[in-house]
């Protein structure tokens, strides 16, 4: 092993959570800060919370609900397209037919 390349290890490293708990693990830095532990943490307690602290639950509900306003719309918009697209493929008369344009 090389010798001053590795990482300082500290067998009491101190984790605060944001709930309050301390506990000492083992790691590469002395204090560690985190959000959840095992006291806070819905998995752990039982209890039915969403865990979000930057807002994605409540953004991707807003996109769900915006995608459910606008899926009617998106379907008219579709078979319009559709429809049009078929008509146009179609020749307008026997001469256009007959020579093979559209």
């Known amino acids: 092993m090389k010798a001053k ?9 101190q984790v605060v959570c944001s709930c309050g708990n301390m ?3 083992g ?7 985190v ?5 806070c943490h819905p998995f752990y307690t039982g209890e039915m919370k969403f865990v979000d602290t ?6 991707f509900q807003k996109r ?3 995608a459910q306003k606008q899926a ?5 918009k ?8 078929v008509e146009d493929k179609r020749p307008k008369t026997l001469r256009e037919m007959l020579l093979g344009t559209t």
Not at 5 to 13: D, G
Not at 35 to 39: A, D, G, I, P, V
Not at 54 to 59: A, I, N, P, S
């Open 5 to 13: 390349i590795h990482p300082t290890y500290y067998p009491k490293a």
């Open 27 to 33: 790691s590469t830095r002395e204090t560690i800060h």
């Open 78 to 85: 579709r078979l319009k397209k559709m429809n049009i697209e």
């Open 64 to 66: 769900q609900t915006y």
């Open 54 to 59: 930057l807002g994605r639950v409540e953004k």
């Open 23 to 25: 506990f000492t693990v």
């Open 35 to 39: 959000e959840l532990c095992y006291k």
């Open 72 to 76: 009617p719309i998106l379907k008219a």
